[in-house]
């Protein structure tokens, strides 16, 4: 079983907090790294898919890096808005296209 | 706008029924995958599709199986349902290596 591990678990900030989530993943046979936004009684929506080590994607206040050498990538929120609460999923692509999520981060943002 | 349906939002079955549960998406994706997501372990990959009639087993296979005839159509089926299948089931489907998921809406299922 392939490991991809989020962490926190969960996260409650208060809005216009800014905050930051961590993905690990394994370094090998590793294409891409996807995250997703998940909210309540709606399906997983993509945010970034990012393939290049160093990379870094920004949609509005959303941002995330990867580093495939030490397999890791991190998400980061600012200026955190009750809209953003949902629960955020990265997912490791291997070459074969297959694709292994980890177990989310949970943020809860408070107005 | 890509389209990936599930045949049911919501399905209550008995233990020991053969279930079956369908996903079919519109645009052409190469690849086709069943994940389920129960609370605190996020989406644990079933089984994925790379083509019409290939398939690889996920991290949990045990106690499903999939069938794909067609290219737009990717079937879970659960041999015998149990009690521990309870869960919410997620189909995706996704055009390429590098390109992003797209998810159907999810089948929550209770096995009785």
């Not at chain 1, 970034?48 to 870094?56: A, H, P, Q, Y």
């Not at chain 2, 644990?44 to 991290?59: A, P, Q």
Request: glycine share 8%; hydrophobic share 30%; charged share 25%.
């Amino acid at each position: 079983i392939l490991n991809v591990e989020q962490s926190p678990q969960s996260l409650h900030v208060q809005e216009g907090d800014s905050t930051n989530f961590t993905c690990s993943f394994p370094s090998s046979n590793f294409y891409a790294l996807h995250w997703y936004r998940w909210e309540t009684a709606k399906s997983p929506e993509a945010l970034f898919v990012m393939t290049l080590n160093g990379d870094e994607k920004k949609k509005g206040r959303i941002s995330a890096t990867l580093n495939t050498k030490e397999g890791y990538s991190y998400l980061y929120i600012k200026g955190s808005q009750p809209e953003d609460s949902a629960t955020y999923l990265c997912a490791f692509n291997n070459a074969g296209n297959m694709l292994t999520f980890g177990g989310g981060t949970r943020l809860m943002v408070k107005p | 706008d890509v389209k990936v349906t599930q045949s049911s939002r919501y399905l209550v079955k008995r233990t020991g029924e053969k279930v079956f549960l369908e996903c079919v998406q519109d645009m052409d994706h190469e690849n086709m995958f069943w994940y389920r997501q129960d609370p605190g372990l996020g989406l644990r990959l079933i089984y994925f599709s790379y083509d019409v009639k290939m398939k690889e087993k996920g991290d949990i296979p045990e106690g499903y199986s999939v069938s794909r005839e067609k290219k737009e159509r990717f079937s879970l089926i659960l041999e015998s349902a149990s009690t521990n299948q309870t869960s919410m089931y997620l189909c995706a489907s996704k055009p390429g290596t590098l390109d992003e998921a797209f998810f159907g809406q999810g089948t929550r299922l209770t096995v009785v």
